[in-house]
């Protein structure tokens, strides 16, 4: 049994996440950068580190993935109001974040890195 | 996964009647103490999700265990953490509860 007093350790509190929900991908429009993250994953023993690559690439689609509000009904989103309603006038798969700032820093740099200098 | 690194994990939806659902799931951590040190950036839970009769949808979560993990001595020896959901169907004018360890 757990005793009363939790010196050093935080409590627990249920919380909704940082950047908020991700809107499904009803059209699968990045089920193939999903598969190649899973492959990787299998391949890999299941080992989340050796994926990052994949993963960024992941969060990359559905950046780059818009959808407004007649995407909104084509992709089975339920209607809340039409043009007037701005949380529906523009919403993407995820929204625009640097990628530094998810935590895939290293990955970037890397990428700069290998960039040949002109 | 190691702590302070982020992560993606996918989970598996489908509504396999002929009506579509609306639903919102709600998450659980085993074991409840590591709870606190899930942080997730981004998940398709704590709003509306709506799935087509018969559409099958991959949900992902976009997480990090928090990097106090590795120092909390009750977390020693915890090795395997696990990240459950529950898809609740969402019902007209129904708050969602956050999820409680009652």
Not at chain 1, 73 to 93: F, I, T
């Amino acid at each position: 049994m757990s005793t009363a007093m939790n010196f050093g350790s935080k409590s627990f509190k249920p919380r909704p996440p940082d950047k908020g929900a991700f809107p499904l991908d009803h059209f699968g429009e990045c089920s193939a950068f999903k598969e190649r993250f899973m492959e990787c994953l299998r391949d890999s023993g299941y080992e989340s580190g050796a994926c990052r690559q994949r993963a960024m690439a992941y969060l990359e689609c559905r950046m780059e993935r818009q959808v407004g509000p007649r995407g909104a009904a084509r992709r089975g989103l339920p209607s809340r109001g039409g043009e007037g309603n701005p949380r529906w006038r523009r919403s993407q798969l995820m929204a625009n974040e640097p990628l530094e700032k998810l935590g895939f820093k290293d990955l970037i740099d890397e990428k700069s890195e290998a960039k040949p200098e002109k | 996964v190691v702590p302070g690194e982020t992560a993606l994990a996918f989970y598996k939806a489908k509504n396999p009647t002929d009506k579509p659902i609306i639903g919102i799931s709600t998450y659980n951590v085993i074991p409840f103490e590591a709870g606190q040190y899930f942080n997730k950036i981004q998940c398709f839970c704590f709003e509306e999700q709506r799935l087509n009769p018969q559409e099958e949808v991959d949900m992902p979560v976009f997480f990090y265990i928090d990097p106090e993990f590795v120092e909390d001595p009750k977390m020693a020896k915890v090795n395997l953490i696990t990240l459950s959901y529950t898809f609740f169907e969402a019902k007209e004018g129904q708050k969602l509860p956050l999820p409680g360890y009652q």
